[in-house]
Protein backbone atom coordinates (compact mmCIF):
# COMPACT_ATOMS: atom_id res chain seq x y z
CA UNK A 1 0.00 0.00 0.00
CA UNK A 2 3.00 2.47 0.82
CA UNK A 3 3.76 2.51 -3.01
CA UNK A 4 0.57 2.97 -3.90
CA UNK A 5 0.07 5.78 -1.72
CA UNK A 6 2.69 7.54 -3.73
CA UNK A 7 0.28 8.15 -6.55
CA UNK A 8 -1.73 10.37 -4.57
CA UNK A 9 -5.41 8.24 -3.93
CA UNK A 10 -7.66 9.50 -1.89
CA UNK A 11 -8.34 6.22 -0.21
CA UNK A 12 -6.94 2.51 -0.76
CA UNK A 13 -8.22 -0.24 0.12
CA UNK A 14 -6.91 -4.23 1.36
CA UNK A 15 -8.57 -6.12 -1.22
CA UNK A 16 -9.12 -8.89 1.80
CA UNK A 17 -11.77 -6.18 3.61
CA UNK A 18 -12.68 -3.92 0.55
CA UNK A 19 -16.23 -4.29 1.01
CA UNK A 20 -16.15 -2.96 4.52
CA UNK A 21 -13.52 -0.37 4.29
CA UNK A 22 -15.52 1.19 1.18
CA UNK A 23 -18.85 1.01 2.88
CA UNK A 24 -17.11 2.85 5.81
CA UNK A 25 -15.66 5.36 3.80
CA UNK A 26 -18.84 6.30 1.89
CA UNK A 27 -21.03 5.78 5.20
CA UNK A 28 -22.54 3.00 3.26
CA UNK A 29 -23.43 4.72 -0.07
CA UNK A 30 -20.83 2.97 -2.02
CA UNK A 31 -18.92 4.01 -5.16
CA UNK A 32 -19.73 4.95 -8.69
CA UNK A 33 -18.03 2.83 -10.60
CA UNK A 34 -15.75 -0.15 -9.78
CA UNK A 35 -13.08 -1.70 -12.68
CA UNK A 36 -12.84 -5.07 -12.39
CA UNK A 37 -10.08 -6.45 -13.35
CA UNK A 38 -9.56 -9.60 -11.60
CA UNK A 39 -13.40 -11.54 -11.88
CA UNK A 40 -14.40 -14.32 -9.72
CA UNK A 41 -15.92 -13.79 -6.15
CA UNK A 42 -14.07 -10.12 -6.26
CA UNK A 43 -16.59 -9.32 -9.15
CA UNK A 44 -19.73 -10.08 -6.65
CA UNK A 45 -17.81 -7.96 -4.20
CA UNK A 46 -17.38 -5.34 -7.10
CA UNK A 47 -21.15 -5.17 -7.57
CA UNK A 48 -22.00 -5.01 -3.68
CA UNK A 49 -19.71 -1.83 -3.38
CA UNK A 50 -21.57 -0.14 -5.91
CA UNK A 51 -23.94 2.77 -5.29
CA UNK A 52 -27.65 3.30 -7.06
CA UNK A 53 -26.53 3.91 -10.81
CA UNK A 54 -22.79 2.57 -10.36
CA UNK A 55 -21.52 1.22 -12.89
CA UNK A 56 -19.05 -1.84 -13.18
CA UNK A 57 -16.58 -2.44 -15.85
CA UNK A 58 -15.36 -5.55 -16.51
CA UNK A 59 -11.86 -5.34 -17.82
CA UNK A 60 -10.28 -8.83 -17.52
CA UNK A 61 -10.62 -12.24 -15.29
CA UNK A 62 -6.82 -12.51 -13.61
CA UNK A 63 -7.87 -14.90 -11.25
CA UNK A 64 -9.07 -17.36 -13.30
CA UNK A 65 -11.81 -18.24 -11.80
CA UNK A 66 -15.44 -18.74 -12.98
CA UNK A 67 -17.88 -16.33 -14.35
CA UNK A 68 -20.37 -15.07 -11.47
CA UNK A 69 -23.80 -15.69 -12.27
CA UNK A 70 -25.85 -12.06 -12.30
CA UNK A 71 -29.69 -11.55 -11.97
CA UNK A 72 -30.88 -8.94 -14.33
CA UNK A 73 -33.35 -8.58 -11.85
CA UNK A 74 -31.15 -7.51 -9.57
CA UNK A 75 -29.03 -5.36 -11.31
CA UNK A 76 -32.61 -3.33 -12.87
CA UNK A 77 -34.20 -3.31 -8.65
CA UNK A 78 -30.95 -2.18 -7.40
CA UNK A 79 -30.20 0.42 -10.54
CA UNK A 80 -26.60 -1.10 -11.28
CA UNK A 81 -24.95 -1.15 -14.64
CA UNK A 82 -22.39 -3.95 -15.62
CA UNK A 83 -20.84 -3.21 -18.87
CA UNK A 84 -17.22 -4.85 -20.52
CA UNK A 85 -14.33 -3.37 -21.88
CA UNK A 86 -11.79 -5.88 -24.27
CA UNK A 87 -9.19 -3.63 -26.16
CA UNK A 88 -8.45 -6.33 -28.57
CA UNK A 89 -11.58 -6.34 -29.63
CA UNK A 90 -12.39 -3.01 -29.70
CA UNK A 91 -9.26 -2.57 -31.87
CA UNK A 92 -10.74 -4.85 -34.03
CA UNK A 93 -13.89 -2.60 -33.99
CA UNK A 94 -12.26 0.58 -34.33
CA UNK A 95 -8.69 0.31 -34.92
CA UNK A 96 -8.30 3.99 -36.16
CA UNK A 97 -9.95 4.91 -32.74
CA UNK A 98 -7.52 2.92 -30.36
CA UNK A 99 -4.34 4.02 -32.48
CA UNK A 100 -5.22 7.45 -31.47
CA UNK A 101 -5.59 6.88 -28.04
CA UNK A 102 -3.00 5.18 -28.07
CA UNK A 103 -0.33 7.77 -29.71
CA UNK A 104 -1.74 9.84 -27.26
CA UNK A 105 -1.09 7.97 -24.87
CA UNK A 106 2.51 6.86 -25.29
CA UNK A 107 3.10 11.04 -25.66
CA UNK A 108 1.52 11.60 -22.47
CA UNK A 109 4.06 8.74 -20.46
CA UNK A 110 6.86 10.53 -22.98
CA UNK A 111 6.19 13.72 -21.53
CA UNK A 112 5.81 12.58 -17.89
CA UNK A 113 2.21 13.77 -18.18
CA UNK A 114 1.05 10.07 -16.52
CA UNK A 115 3.08 7.97 -14.37
CA UNK A 116 3.51 3.84 -15.42
CA UNK A 117 5.38 2.04 -13.39
CA UNK A 118 7.61 -0.41 -15.22
CA UNK A 119 9.04 -3.73 -13.21
CA UNK A 120 11.31 -4.55 -15.72
CA UNK A 121 12.79 -4.92 -19.15
CA UNK A 122 13.64 -8.38 -20.23
CA UNK A 123 15.14 -9.85 -24.01
CA UNK A 124 13.17 -11.77 -26.04
CA UNK A 125 14.83 -15.11 -24.92
CA UNK A 126 13.87 -14.14 -20.91
CA UNK A 127 10.01 -13.79 -21.99
CA UNK A 128 9.38 -17.24 -19.65
CA UNK A 129 11.24 -15.94 -16.60
CA UNK A 130 9.45 -12.20 -17.23
CA UNK A 131 6.40 -14.64 -17.29
CA UNK A 132 6.96 -16.41 -13.92
CA UNK A 133 7.26 -13.48 -12.29
CA UNK A 134 4.03 -12.43 -13.33
CA UNK A 135 2.31 -15.40 -12.44
CA UNK A 136 4.43 -15.77 -8.65
CA UNK A 137 2.69 -11.80 -8.39
CA UNK A 138 6.08 -10.57 -7.57
CA UNK A 139 5.97 -7.68 -9.76
CA UNK A 140 4.34 -4.22 -10.07
CA UNK A 141 3.64 -2.30 -12.72
CA UNK A 142 4.39 -3.63 -16.75
CA UNK A 143 6.55 -6.22 -17.55
CA UNK A 144 8.87 -4.93 -20.86
CA UNK A 145 9.64 -7.79 -23.86
CA UNK A 146 12.87 -6.07 -25.54
CA UNK A 147 12.80 -7.12 -28.81
Known amino acids: MRHAAKFGYDELFVRSDFVNQIQQVTK ?3 VHVVFDPVGGEMRKQSLD ?12 NASGQ ?15 T ?24 LQLIAKHGIHTEISGIYPLEKASEAHA ?15
Open 49 to 60: VLRPFGQLVIVG
Open 28 to 30: EQG
Open 133 to 147: LLEDGKTIGKLLLQM
Open 66 to 80: ADVAQSSNELWIRNK
Open 82 to 105: VTGFALGEYSRFAPDEVGKAARES
